[in-house]
């Protein structure tokens, strides 16, 4: 798989992990599946520019609409 792919598929598994309220769902527990805390702006702020910086090059809706929520 070329990085091109890589980060496309990245970035499609990003955009399913922002919750209808907007924030994303970055740490879980693997064996009860509960979400976990530790929110951080800067890390949301980065998975928002790369959803759209991915978006400019592959126009993938989903990933748009993973930004704009």
Excluded at 30 to 47: D, Q, V
Aim: aromatic fraction near 10%; charged fraction near 30%.
């Amino acid at each position: 798989m070329s990085r091109q792919e890589q980060a496309y598929h990245s970035a499609v598994c990003l955009a399913g992990l922002v919750r209808e309220d907007g924030s994303f769902l970055y740490r879980y527990d693997s064996r009860s599946g509960e979400p976990k805390g530790g929110y951080n702006i800067l890390r949301h702020a980065g998975a928002i520019w790369a959803l759209l910086d991915t978006f400019r090059d592959t126009r993938d809706e989903r990933l748009l609409s993973g930004a704009q929520r």
